[in-house]
């Protein structure tokens, strides 16, 4: 078992749309979460962190965590084309040695 | 600011060469990473510094080899590569090793090719 999994997609959704990526971890002493946008060709960007139970929001970006089911994920609202990239959902291990990534979901937003 | 600089954008090297990837940072960051990414794969992580001292090497073969010469930089130097080892090398910081420092910013990476 991977320690973090996400779907690879491509997930294709309508500008304008709710876009939803979905990530579990395996660690369950895992606290500290990260999602990272990369464009094709780029490095990756931090978007957001969380390390609480619940829903983080910034702008039309909204993390939410539930460490009872081991599972993260992001709600881009209002999707645009400028958003097509591959997400990357990241979780530090419990020693907080490092950061485990995830493959990464393809996201693309039609105009 | 959460920037961090890499140069250069772009190598080309033959498999005898020796070469040298720079990185840098003024966020006052302490932990500093060394990562490699191939097309469509996330990034690997390669190697790990932590005030200047090498914290983490992921069996990383010894044709790489990481130097934090001070807390601002950090060089991976290259020798006898193979081709497979053409990839885009990614740097990262971190404010430190641990709970609370560890969210890192990457820096914009080196397209190495290696013929």
């Known amino acids: 078992q991977k320690e973090v999994e996400q779907n690879s997609g491509p997930l294709s959704v309508p500008e304008g749309a709710i876009a939803s990526l979905n990530c579990t971890y395996s660690d369950r002493g895992s606290q500290s979460f990260f999602w990272y946008r990369q464009y094709s060709g780029k490095s990756p960007e931090l978007i957001m962190f969380?390390?609480?139970?619940g829903d983080k929001e910034d702008g039309r970006f909204t993390a939410q965590l539930n460490k009872a089911s081991q599972y993260v994920s992001l709600l881009i609202r209002d999707s645009q084309p400028s958003d097509s990239a591959t997400y990357l959902c990241?979780?530090?291990?419990?020693?907080?040695?490092?950061?485990?990534f995830g493959p990464g979901t393809s996201l693309s937003v039609i105009p | 600011d959460t920037e961090v600089t890499q140069t250069p954008k772009h190598l080309v090297m033959g498999m005898t060469n020796k070469k040298s990837l720079k990185c840098e940072q003024h966020m006052g960051h302490r932990a500093m990473y060394w990562y490699k990414q191939k097309a469509k794969k996330p990034p690997e992580l390669m190697f790990v510094?932590?005030?200047?001292?090498?914290?983490i090497n992921e069996s990383v073969p010894s044709r790489f080899s990481p130097e934090c010469p001070n807390s601002s930089l950090l060089n991976l130097h290259l020798h006898a590569l193979q081709p497979e080892d053409s990839a885009l090398y990614l740097c990262?910081?971190?404010?430190?090793?641990?709970?609370?420092?560890?969210?890192?910013?990457f820096g914009p990476g080196t397209r190495l090719l290696v013929l």
């Open positions: 990241a979780a530090a291990r419990p020693s907080y040695d490092k950061v485990i």
């Open positions: 990262a910081s971190s404010q430190f090793l641990g709970q609370g420092g560890e969210t890192q910013y």
């Open positions: 510094y932590s005030y200047e001292k090498l914290s």
């Open positions: 969380i390390y609480s139970n």
